[in-house]
């Protein structure tokens, strides 16, 4: 009753066909998605870095970055996303004029190396086990890590 007040109309929309409202989720959401990841894994590999020139550090010290960091990473993930990108997730759900195919970056070769260079390093130097961990563009958390202690107890 509310919505009709406000000359609003709810309409139901079949399953199966919701992408055909969501033109971000079609097709630029991912883009955002893989950038976010790049700056995460980028920031571990500086982590890494920064411990492998401190030789006398017993265990690594992984940092949260701070919220004005992940800002600016969503901040450039969004400028990354091309105005081409937008005008195709709308075409891709038959949205707005000219239904030209949704264009979409392959990047997944490069994702996938720099993935399988943090978790190198990671198990390099023994905080992850890949035996039992497996990382892909579709998990951004490990579910179990290496049996040993990386809490900051010792420091």
Sequence with gaps: ?????LK???VKVPPGLTWLCQP???VWIKHMKDRLRRHWLLHLQGQISDHRTRPTALTVEVKDPDRAE???WASNAWKDILTSMIVAGFAHC???VGYAAAVEPDEEIEMQE???AVVKDLAELSVVDPRKNVLDNDQD????SADMDVSNENK
């Design 1 to 5: 009753m509310y919505a009709r007040s």
């Design 8 to 10: 609003i109309v709810l």
């Design 24 to 26: 971000a989720d079609a």
């Design 70 to 72: 992940v800002a600016r």
């Design 94 to 96: 038959k949205l707005g």
């Design 114 to 116: 720099l993935i399988d």
């Design 141 to 144: 958390v490990v579910d179990q």
